[in-house]
């Protein structure tokens, strides 16, 4: 899976909107969003007996239905985007090769390490 830079959708909200749908000032946000506080059920619909999952977060409490087909999707798109985080702790916790590199040194001062030539 390559990383794909995916852009926000525009919004238009009030500085107090933003605030309160980050939660700042509560013990539940941070300067990058809330924590999720949720819940999942699995559900049959009264109606028309097709099944859903019921997906209710709290402080804020929403609650939303997803059909099977979207919570798959949903599991999918984290999975993908939860392996790409992992890939990239793992390259800046990694240790560099440098067998590629070749060290320019002068008068024992290391001066650059560029990529060797062959």
Known sequence: MQAQEQQLPSVRNS???????????????????R??????SAQIDENDDSPFIQFVTQDPLHIWSLSPQEASTLSQELAEVTALLKRINQEK??????????TIIDN?????????TK
């Open 108 to 116: 024992e001062t290391v001066l650059a390490m560029q990529k060797a």
């Open 35 to 40: 924590k999720l506080n949720y819940f999942l």
């Open 93 to 102: 916790c990694a240790t560099p090769d440098l067998s590629m590199y070749q």
């Open 15 to 33: 500085s107090a909107e933003v605030i309160e749908a980050m939660g700042l000032g509560t013990s539940e946000g941070t300067s990058t969003g």
